[in-house]
């Protein structure tokens, strides 16, 4: 459909700022008084603490305060309130803090930290679920079970397992007896980092007047606000959380993560703000880690290719502390059936607490983990039925009337994911292949993909808006902007529901509880979804305000009016109005008395209909569905076993594009780092729980002479619950990479790889291998 | 061990009393309050902390403040005058190449020297230049696609 001002490329609120290297970040920031920490870490991966000696470290110059974790009285968590903000008697992962120093600058915190002595008992470390599931494995947290976990959750006490999900639909597994030909395996998805350019870090301020003020590199003020509260037993709105400009986040600056740190370390030295922000380093071993997920996938079908049954186990290693891995398990668990229909589903999600730092978000939510397996296992059965892949996958397609694993029946409001394979043919089927030449093999595969949001009951987000006295409009949301342009949506999508231009729309900058709408957080690609929504709502009741003025000016029903965000006029007679520049703070009559209310509204938005998943893992859970698909030319050295990307071509039904610049650039993003994890990202620890790579040095991001030529087109069917039909896909891209590429090199070659990443030596090894047979 | 430094910065000469060992990055961070450029590693990597040293783009965050006596040293600060914008900071602001933006003065710095040293570059020096930074956001294209354009304008300027 056509709009104003949607669909087109307006610049970014904050481009000028970011090039002037005026945007304020977390380490920007200089506050009165302020000290500086810095954390120890500790030596093993898993160790009782037999003692802390600080003393050589407070004689050190600058250091104000020394603190450890003893005496904390609290755990914390959103999920499962497993986690501590610094170890107590025993350390669980690499990066765990230990101690911290605070000191008037951050050198000198970090010459006394070195003055720390530490005694530990080492323990035995398990960095993979498989064996920290094991019925002899010490358990990592004994307590286990008995911590306040979301009454949906299913611990296993005595064990390492945190949570067990279970989803059962149709027969469950009883349904691959009407299966005539299966398909199985075990797929990997290994550690990784969302390694956002600018690390993590926070200040945390305790005041005399008893209340907490805080700044974050985070996506979820109010978590932190409400999590700061609850531990310190403070009312909430005694807290004060404001988020500057954060440099990307990708996922693991979401939930709450260093923050309970540093606000443990700052309320030891009350009055004063202190300062911490991650080294590289830190940022890899001490913040939230992504992926962890091994996923075992059974697929059963009919001779002519229809579905019928999935069995899904996924363990996933969920870290030290499990409160930010359940939520990725299920999302992963629940998707696993990929964008097609299974009339017989039994999957089950393990969340295993593991010696590695905790696993939580990571652009993509557990889809791309899972939906490996899936996108892999279709090329497989496709082979084995002798079938088309893209027939195979067209005949099973999600598509309107079916139902989802979770018992949700799709419409045509959800999306056409045919109209994307049908692209995906066009830009990268339809040319001939490259013939294998003296140097190189070629390939080419796909993936058909599909995410929904992980929501929550209390998923929202809210806008407030108000109309200035000259018609301009000032729009405040909680919308965290870590480089997806969402304040480019909010202008752009309050500017059409206003009908006035974006240039006089202007978009909040940084996040302020004390000032900011409610919002629960930033996450799960739902900003564009539900903040347009709630834009949308706070416009409708802003202009009912208006034509409630306007109905008294004119004399006559407000009904009978009509807004064209200039003014406000008769239906039949354009000629009968009054301009909004002389109602939106009230209509003063020509004695000074003054009728009607000032042009301001706020609203909010959920996910309409979201509800807990039953004990069968039903229910209203996806709600939001964005489907698409992905496919990659590639190139394999025969000398070397290098893989290079040539053209990656990405495609989705995101209901309506708002701005074809930015969200071209957001699937490029996606689809890259997910090459990435493909090709090059793997967090090595070793048997001891140590990293071994927790530098850009040595985890290789994709630079520019990685990324291959991209293709991005998008399909627009609208949507029944996004602002004007859009719907959310700042992670989609992320899903399809690794199978794509893993199809393509099949292709190419006949190696089957069913774990990532495809080093070249991997590749170089596995052609050597097939040579010899 | 502190020693009197004296470097010009954004055009004015500037003196600072530091331990001569210490990164350029900090001391135009922390002493002399410039911001703008950004710390993403510590060890040269990642480019969010290159400035333009006599001319040439340096990684502030491996560079000694030492090696910055009576340089000549621009940050992303120096680039505009007043409200108007380097024709590098005009393109890149309007190319998509800002997302996040944590990198993007490092990769305007980059261009600066690349563009100022050498107005001519060849697509693939500009491709090499870029090659040196990380963005995790945008897949580099739109990066690439400011660089031409701001090459384009520098020209067209002269």
Redesign the interface.
Known sequence: MEYKYLGKNINRPDAISKVTGKAVYLDDIRLPGMLHAAILRPEYAHAKILGIDTSEAEKMPGVVKVVTGAGCPFRYGDNIRDLQPMAIDRVRYIGEPVAAVVADTPLHARKAMEKIKVSYEPLPVYIDACDAMKSDAVLIQPENGSFWHLPTLQPIPGTNIANVYRLVKGKGEDGFAEADVTVEGEFVYPFGSCAAIEPHGSIVWFKEDQTIEAWSSSICPFIIREDLAHSYGVPVSDVRVHIPDVGGCFGYKSDITVEQTVAWIASFVPGRPVKWVASRKEDFTSTLIGHGMRTFMKIGAKKDGTLVAIKTTVQHSGGAYADTAVNVTMASTHNSTGPYAFEHCDLTGFTVYTNTPPVGAYRGYGHQESQFATERLMDMLARKLNMDPFELREKNFLGEGKTASTGETMFKTNGDIQACLDIIKKEVYAHPQVREDENYYYGRGFAAVFKTPKGAPFSTKGCYMKMNIDGSVSVNMAGAEVGQGLRTVVRQVAAEALKIPPEKVRVYTEIDTQFSPYEWQTIGSMFTTQGGRAIIRAADKLIAILKHTAAQVLKTDEDYLEYDGEYVFLRNDPTVRVAVKDINRGYITDDGITIGDVAQAVSDARLPRYSNPDKNGQGSIGVSYTFGVQAAEIRIEKKSGKITVDHFASSYDVGQVINPKQIRGSVMGGALMAIGATLYEKMEFDAEGRLSNPHFFNYHLPTYKDAPRMTVEFVETPDAVGPFGARGIGEHSVIGAAPAILNAIYNATGVEFYEIPITPEKMKKALDARQEK | MEEKITFTLNGMPRTVEVDPETMLVEVIRDVL???????????G??G?CTVVMNGRAVKSCITPVRKAAGADVV???G??KGMT?HPI??S???S?A????????GI?MELYGLFEAKPTASQAEI?TA??K????????????DGALMAQKLMQDRK
Do not use: M, W
Request: aromatic content about 4%; glycine content about 10%.
């Open positions: 309050d410039l911001t703008g450029t950004k710390v993403g590693c510590d060890n990597t990642c969010s940050t992303i600060e680039l505009a914008l900071q005009k890149i602001s309007e998509g800002v997302q996040c933006g944590f990198c993007t003065p305007i491709e870029l090659n930074h990380l963005c995790r956001c945008t897949g580099y294209e739109p990066i690439r």
